[in-house]
């Protein structure tokens, strides 16, 4: 079955090796292995381009200089960095074509350093050098729509988005979904943020802290969840120290625990207050947490209220975990 030249001269090269002479394809066949081809698996094995029996093998004469290499790194692949530039006119010495010289630069340290992350395990290449660029620069525009200007700390994160083949188009997505769940927040965060530390911060800082873990280590010294946990609950009218927030989020009181306890909080406080009962925030939260003692005070509560005609008070569960309270 025919195996077509995909890139390169469709030529056969004389190769040395000991006293042996054999020859090898110049040009990319559509099955050789990584697309690396025949002639460069074979020069990576110890064959050579000039004889090496009866004594020292003379430099090859290929009538392509490292100059003209150089040229044709910067006219044809400009986005290399310097010492990729450099292997590939090393390359261009060798083969004087583009296409071939590109592709055993593929082999080198330097290329590897750089563009590693474009490389499945069997050698085949994610998506080009340039094409990877180009889906960097689109990760950095998506986060720059959403205020994150600075994205140094996210680099390493693109490349193992490339890694898992995750389009630009997908992390726009991805990117905008998180954004849409948390926007409404994000203000409140900031205040916080201010007052608790006096400073000011901007929506795209924010932002980015909620969704690399990294960013909030460093930028908001591992706090930014108590911050979360303490919007949700001040945008619902109440209003508790950060102290005890970052002693329920140290407990386990998830976001979205919070969400359902301040969300049904007013409500189910006034109905318990209309029976007479005192039922605090505090009872709410400790009873999300799985607290025996608050969740028997609010099954007592719930039971003068359905008792008297009124709604029935409940945890709200996602499987076996608790996350809020929930009016019936």
């Known amino acids: 079955m025919a195996n077509p030249i995909i ?7 004389t190769i040395y090796k000991g006293q042996s002479v054999s020859t090898a394809q110049e040009g990319v066949r559509q099955n050789d292995p990584g697309g690396v081809s025949e002639l460069n698996r074979k020069l990576a094995e110890g064959w050579s381009l000039t004889p090496t029996f009866g004594g020292a093998s003379a430099p090859q004469q290929t009538g392509y200089s490292y100059e003209m290499g150089i040229a044709q790194a910067q006219a044809l692949y400009s986005f290399f960095p310097e010492e990729v530039t450099k292997e590939f006119a090393k390359q261009w010495v060798k083969f004087g074509d583009a296409t071939t010289s590109a592709a055993a630069v593929r082999n ?8 590693d992350y474009l490389e499945r395990e ?6 080009t050098e340039l094409e990877a660029l180009s889906t960097i620069a689109s990760f950095r525009e998506t986060l720059g729509e959403v205020g994150i200007g ?3 700390e996210f680099e390493s994160d693109f490349k193992t988005l490339i890694q898992d083949e995750v389009s630009a188009a997908e992390f726009q997505d991805r990117i905008n979904l998180v954004y849409e769940g948390v926007k409404e927040q994000i ?3 900031e205040r916080l943020f201010r007052d608790r530390y006096g400073i000011e911060s901007d929506s795209g800082t924010i932002f980015a802290a909620l969704i ?6 460093k930028l908001l010294k591992g706090e930014i969840q108590t911050l979360q946990l303490q919007a949700e609950a001040t945008t619902r009218g109440f209003s508790t120290s950060f102290a005890r927030f970052a002693e329920l989020r140290k407990r386990g009181f998830t976001q979205e625990m919070a969400r359902g306890v301040y969300e049904a909080g007013s409500g189910i406080i006034e109905r318990a207050a209309g029976i007479g009962r005192d039922l605090g925030i ?3 939260e400790e009873a999300a947490l799985g607290d025996v003692i608050s969740q028997k005070r609010l099954q007592r509560t719930e039971a003068e209220i359905l008792a008297r005609g009124g ?3 409940g945890a709200a569960k996602k499987g076996d975990e608790v996350t809020g309270l929930i009016a019936d």
């Open 122 to 127: 069997d050698g085949t290449l994610i998506m």
């Open 311 to 313: 709604v029935q008070l």
């Open 282 to 284: 505090e009872t709410l």
């Open 187 to 189: 203000p409140e965060v």
């Open 108 to 115: 080198t340290g330097a290329w590897k350093k750089h563009f």
């Open 212 to 217: 690399k873990p990294d960013i909030e280590d």
């Open 150 to 152: 600075d994205t140094a």
């Open 7 to 13: 890139s390169g001269s469709n030529k056969q090269v």
